[in-house]
């Protein structure tokens, strides 16, 4: 059983392809094609930080039940995922037919996982398995036991579009409001719900009450490079963005902590995923951040630096 395909990666044929399971340490340097007709394993990276870091790089923060443990890790299985590009680069180089990687997590929390998702399909087909049957096929590896992979997938140019509306205000300085339009789950793709009911209430007011313009901004193609915010970008280089104040992206709201239990299950802890605002070097944004943490009781969150990303 797999938890989900490695997305932009190679494909086979119906038939799948057939080869020794070699299991690949971290770090480990191979040479040029020494993996040719072999299935590579691997561990997929991670790169756990500890919240007493996170506030080291912080402006701020708003946690009035202290929930946040700064001798604690904030560990998420996509957060090694630079590592997991070099590593899916450099595997092309060392010809396996064939890859999986394995999340260290149960089943239901590696299950559906999507990343990364940079956009640049590799040639090497790829699946994740959770860290039970990444035990079992590691223990397989050590006997050169050959393993069958099958991932059929087929490859289409389409074109997608991005939705751009504007709310006038009393000036042409703009407020931009920006999410993404795909996503392969409610929490992370839920940010255009909020800016339509924000847009909702600031259409009903009367244009005067609006000190500047808002351009609500929802791209496509968040999950192949970001391409189009690239293409937002580019069309309003030279109209609108000379004239934007500030700009909010807004996504994965009112998400719960979901964590892995003293039985290796995942379940939820009842405590609310930590939120965090990204915030350029600006004091009236900084400031603004927090407020607005404080009004809406929205703990525990962090305001970081934005560079840090």
């Given amino acids: 059983a797999t938890s989900s395909y490695i997305p932009y990666s190679g494909s086979t044929l119906s038939d799948g392809v057939t080869g020794p399971l070699t299991l690949i340490k971290a770090g480990e340097a191979l040479p040029s094609g020494s993996l040719a ?36 890790l904030y560990s998420r299985p996509w957060g090694g995922v630079s590592d997991l590009i070099t590593l899916l680069d450099n595997l092309q180089a060392t010809g396996p037919i064939g890859c999986i990687g ?65 709310i006038p205000g009393r000036s042409n300085e703009v407020v931009i409001l920006n999410s993404h339009t795909d996503g392969p789950n ?11 009911a924000i847009s909702q209430y600031l259409s009903r007011l009367p244009q005067d009450a609006l000190p500047r313009s808002v351009m609500v901004s929802f791209t496509t193609g968040h999950f192949h490079g970001g391409i189009g ?16 104040a500030c700009a909010l992206t807004l996504e994965h709201l009112g998400a719960l902590e979901w964590e892995e239990n003293a039985e290796n299950e995942m379940a ?26 404080q009004r809406a009781g929205a703990g525990p969150a962090l305001v970081l630096r934005h560079e840090d990303h």
Avoid: C
């Fill in 229 to 244: 915010q690239v293409a937002f970008v580019k069309d309003n280089r030279d109209s609108t963005l000379p004239k934007a």
């Fill in 102 to 166: 394995i999340i260290d997590l149960p089943a239901a929390g590696a299950h559906g996982s999507y990343y990364p998702y940079d956009g640049t399909i590799r040639r090497v087909p790829g699946v994740f398995v959770d860290r039970p049957t990444g035990q079992y096929l590691s223990a397989l590896s050590i006997s050169n036991t050959p393993v069958r992979l099958t991932l059929t997938a087929t490859t289409q140019r389409v074109v997608s579009r991005n939705v751009v509306g504007l």
């Fill in 268 to 293: 939820l802890t009842g405590r609310p995923e930590l939120g965090v605002i990204f915030v350029p070097e600006n004091k009236a944004m900084v400031n603004a951040s927090l407020e607005a943490l």
């Fill in 186 to 196: 409610a929490v992370e793709d839920n940010g255009p719900n909020t800016i339509i």
């Fill in 37 to 72: 007709g072999k299935i590579a394993l691997f561990d997929v990276p991670t790169s756990p930080v500890a919240y007493s870091t996170m506030e080291e790089i912080s402006y701020g923060k708003y946690d009035p039940q202290d929930l946040i443990d700064p001798a604690a």
